[in-house]
T-cell receptor, first 111, second 116 residues
């Protein structure tokens, strides 16, 4: 059973607007969460992470929010740029064990 | 030069053939992983290795085997390839010294495998 879910396969946003990508998980023991970005013909690259002891982590235009009670995290991109168009994967792990990845959301930023 | 390299980048093979995918890294990381990506299924873990003598099965290890020849090299083998192993395969590395604080993985560019 999928422990990490991204229910939106795709998302389109106008340039300059906010992009919000969502991720849900089922395992309450997960304590570390990450977002990866993937361009075609390339491997995923790390974008931003958050520990379960925090509810927000910000890095430039990217902010990740964690709601542990809802087992939900989201990635906000503000402002969105055409170069942000890619597939975004969320991932989660329990202590130092393996990571579980979501199915990905394809973001298109329209100029 | 890329930190994590995979060879080959593309491979077409026939059902029943044995095939090996290779991964090398220059990051000095002790942990290495093999994933496969399928449309609509995201990235799924096949095998992972926390050091040369520590190899573990992931979610979908059936039909695959691995070899950690050195800290920098981790190979994935399909002993008898079948069509539903057609996928994009990624190798990744991470550093256990950072595992308590930062656990991101670094991925190779991927190998596109087609089994006919």
């Amino acid at each position: 059973d999928q422990q990490v879910k991204q229910n939106s396969p795709s998302l389109s946003v106008q340039e300059g607007r906010i992009s919000i990508l969502n991720c849900d998980y089922t395992n309450s023991m997960f304590d570390y969460f990450l977002w990866y970005k993937k361009y075609p013909a390339e491997g995923p690259t790390f974008l931003i992470s958050i520990s379960s002891i925090k509810d927000k982590n910000e890095d430039g235009r990217f902010t990740v929010f964690l709601n542990k009670s809802a087992k939900h995290l989201s990635l906000h991109i503000v402002p969105s740029q055409p170069g942000d168009s890619a597939v975004y994967f969320c991932a989660a792990s329990e202590w130092q064990n393996q990571f579980y990845f979501g199915t990905g959301t394809s973001l298109t930023v329209i100029p | 030069d890329a930190d994590v390299t995979q060879t080959p980048r593309n491979r077409i093979t026939k059902t029943g053939k044995r095939i090996m995918l290779e991964c090398s890294q220059t990051k000095g990381h002790d942990r290495m992983y093999w994933y496969r990506q399928d449309p609509g299924l995201g990235l799924r873990l096949i095998y992972y290795s926390f050091d040369v003598k520590d190899i573990n099965k992931g979610e979908i290890s059936d039909g695959y085997s691995v070899s950690r020849q050195a800290q920098a090299k981790f190979s994935l083998s399909l002993e008898s390839a079948i069509p539903n192993q057609t996928a994009l395969y990624f190798c990744a590395t991470s550093d256990s010294r950072l595992a308590g604080v930062r656990r991101e993985q670094y991925f190779g560019p991927g190998t596109r495998l087609t089994v006919t």
